[in-house]
């Protein structure tokens, strides 16, 4: 009988052990962001820069050259990279206190700038490697460590959306969110980034994929009632989709 190999870890993952925390989909994230450098053949050319927070340590994992940023100053890192390595393929990897709270200005004026690299946000609605503080994208009423009567849009404000406004700046030319929840969502959200990564090989301008993940351990829940709250109570707020293709614009 001949075998068939269904399935092998992909050649842009290291084989060091992942941190994160059980049923953290980070892991998930990071399998479909080698596959598609696998399937692009970029892993040769690539370089990521890691952020501060629960994924610091990505270095570790993406079988490419990387490099550590300061807190949020990821966009500016991989500027640097990508004006002086034009040809390289450059990506930020980045949770949602990295880079919707003190890293703000650097994806907006780097998306404003059109910048020719792909961010990767993982948007988990809360600070997880500090101790589950409320988060620039933690929802009305969510329980946090900083917030342990829920979120009060009257002293806190209302989650920023950043997917939707970034898609309102010319440089942003790709702007996607998706979520790896399920299995049907997993291979749309590979499917995103893959393009995300396409736009940038084909100097288009900038791109960036928002992932929904979850986080089970400051959440205070099972990582399969973590799968259950992100549909029930995140995707109705972060709705999924693509805002801005220039594939689609051009159409």
Not at 8 to 22: A, F, G, I, R, W
Not at 168 to 183: C, K, L, P, Y
């Amino acid at each position: 009988m001949e075998w068939v190999r269904v399935w092998e870890k992909p050649k842009s993952l290291t084989d060091n052990v992942l941190h994160y925390c059980p049923g953290c989909t980070h892991g998930i994230i990071h399998k479909i962001i080698a596959e598609v450098m696998d399937e692009l053949g970029i892993k040769e050319k690539a370089i990521g820069v890691a952020p501060v927070g629960c994924a610091v340590l990505a270095y570790n994992y993406f079988d490419c050259d990387m490099q550590q940023a300061a807190h949020g100053r990821a966009p500016a890192v991989a500027t640097g990279i990508k004006r002086v390595h034009p040809d390289n393929v450059v990506f930020t990897y980045q949770g949602d206190g990295d880079l919707a709270s003190i890293g703000c200005a650097e994806i907006v004026h780097a998306a404003a700038r059109g910048e020719k690299i792909t961010t990767i946000f993982v948007n988990n609605a809360i600070y997880g490697m500090t101790g589950g503080q409320m988060a620039p994208t933690t929802l009305v009423n969510q329980v946090t460590a900083t917030s342990p009567f829920g979120r009060d849009e009257n002293h806190a404000g209302y989650p920023i959306k950043m997917s939707e406004m970034l898609a309102t700046i010319q440089g942003a030319v790709f702007v996607e969110r998706v979520s790896v929840h399920n299995v049907p969502n997993i291979m749309k959200a590979k499917r995103a980034i893959k393009r995300a990564f396409q736009v940038q090989m084909e100097g288009k301008g900038f791109g960036i994929v928002e992932v929904l993940s979850t986080c089970p351990t400051n959440w205070g829940i099972s990582p399969v009632e973590a799968l259950k709250w992100l549909e029930e109570h995140m995707i109705p707020y972060y709705p999924l989709g693509n805002l801005r293709d220039p594939e689609k614009e051009a159409k």
